[in-house]
């Protein structure tokens, strides 16, 4: 079965849509698009009725609600209709946050804080979390933001891949249709969670004839017909909007 990510222009590459269960990587470049088409996706499932959770490890959750909230999403009365929910589960880092949270969190707002004020998030506590919110709110879109955050939590490499292998195979047994956001400064270098997904989508913002130019390139997508060509892409009032090959 497949389902609609809601990114106009997109479906078509895929064959109509994401398989549902699976877990994909979406990485790019800061710029690229990667939150948008992150809250896209799951307001997308929003209006049909599931429900979706963005898990950010690194932004405050209000300024990714504000910021998509320009868009013609409906993403405050999805919220609101508890459709759509933002978890923060990152480190907390500077002072006073916890009651600055406290201030603009509302029960309007369906906004996870965890109890850890310093520590960096290892895989194993964010899966925890994530897992608790799928089982209670019947979750069925996962949004991660990003990965980037939890892959450096140790220096010892081999233990840093083995983390990230068993979290993303602990990831495909939630029952979600999970998209993974990442950083990617070298598209040549893969990770482990790229080689362990579904799938994976890169995002680019680069110059291009003297012009900064957004695309998207399907890289991997098991099960699923497609080309690696690269396809302009451009934001409207509804969010990204695939276009045609980048000449």
Do not use: W
């Amino acid at each position: 079965m497949r389902i609609p990510t809601g990114i106009e222009g997109f479906d078509d590459l895929v064959q109509g849509g994401l398989l549902t269960e699976r877990v994909y990587v979406l990485s790019g470049p800061p710029g690229s698009g990667k939150t948008t088409f992150g809250v896209q996706f799951l307001a997308s499932g929003a209006s049909a009725g599931e429900v979706g959770l963005y898990v950010t490890l690194l932004e405050c959750p209000q300024n990714i609600i504000n910021d998509m909230s320009n868009y013609d999403m409906n993403v405050p009365g999805f919220i609101k209709m508890k459709k759509l929910l933002f978890a923060d589960l990152g480190p907390r880092m500077e002072y006073g946050y916890m009651d600055e949270v406290n201030e603009f969190i509302t029960t309007d707002y369906d906004v996870g804080t965890t109890s850890i004020e310093t520590e960096a998030p290892s895989p194993s506590m964010v899966f925890k979390e994530i897992a608790a919110y799928v089982s209670e709110y019947d979750v069925k879109r996962l949004v991660i933001d990003s990965v980037s955050a939890i892959r450096f939590t140790t220096r010892d490499l081999s233990l840093q891949e083995k983390e990230m292998s068993r979290f993303m195979r602990n990831l495909k047994k939630l029952g979600c249709t999970t998209l993974i956001l990442s950083e990617m400064t070298d598209p040549t270098a893969y990770s482990t969670e790229q080689f362990a997904a579904h799938g994976v989508i890169f995002m680019h913002n680069f110059l291009y004839d003297r012009t900064m130019t957004r695309a998207i390139q399907v890289i991997k997508m098991r099960g699923t017909k497609h080309d690696c060509n690269m396809r302009s892409v451009s934001f409207s009032e509804k969010g990204l909007k695939v276009e045609g090959y980048l000449e």
